[in-house]
């Protein structure tokens, strides 16, 4: 049996799916705990596996929200089940800051010679007058099955800012010797879903002078 989550927030909903049975079988589904399928809304609910072999149901938590909620699948030869536990999410959103500092980078790690882009350090390293350094950080947000919102901010890129996050590119500032100043923001919303709130943080950095950035990734539950 295969689930859409693997925990269950207050009361939503979630897919329950096996597979591999006869077309035109009957598949019963239970459930205990707090819990309710909505195809009937009871805790018991008979259908049919498809041509493909499969069936699926949607379940919804119920109140009071706490505990456990047991599917059972009966009827096919075997008994199948699966548990979900209720979890509480946290009350604020998370936001990872990302910063010269969080990605390693320093330009006290090495000389003052120029370093072209072609020739750059492989990380955590940022050289020269016209200097440029890489950095790589991964982290995980928490509950990621459950983000309502996600999205990158960025406020301000001295000189030229490159950032990627999971291998996808944010974009490139090159703000010169004006206004360091920015202020876009890029939807991550998928990207957490897809990625089970595993992010991987890329930066390159080219500038004279501070080459400080800033810059977050924000969820909302």
Request: one cysteine or more.
């Amino acid at each position: 049996m295969t689930t859409s989550k693997s925990s269950i927030v207050g009361d939503e909903t979630f897919t329950a799916t096996v597979s591999g049975g006869k077309a035109n079988a009957e598949v019963t589904f239970t459930v205990s705990g707090n819990g309710k399928i909505t195809n009937n809304n009871s805790k018991s609910y008979t259908t049919k596996f498809n041509s493909s072999g499969s069936a699926t149901i949607t379940v919804q938590g119920v109140t009071p929200f706490t505990g456990t909620v047991k599917l059972t699948a009966s009827g096919i030869g075997a008994v199948i089940s699966k548990s979900l536990n209720f979890v509480i999410l946290p009350t604020s959103d998370f936001v990872k800051n990302l910063n010269n500092d969080v990605m390693n980078l320093s330009k006290s790690h090495c000389d003052t010679k120029v370093m072209p882009m072609s020739s750059a350090p492989s990380s955590g390293i940022i050289c020269g007058s016209d200097y440029l350094g890489r950095g790589e950080i991964s982290f995980t947000i928490p509950y990621a099955e459950h983000v309502k919102n996600a999205y990158f901010n960025i406020t301000f890129a001295d000189n030229r800012t490159d950032i990627w996050i999971n291998g996808k590119s944010m974009g490139s500032w090159d703000t010169g010797d004006a206004d360091w100043s920015v202020n876009e923001t890029i939807n991550l919303t998928q990207d957490v879903l897809n990625s089970n709130g595993n992010m991987t943080v890329k930066v390159e950095k080219w500038c004279r002078g501070g080459c400080q950035f800033y810059a977050k990734i924000v969820a909302q539950y």
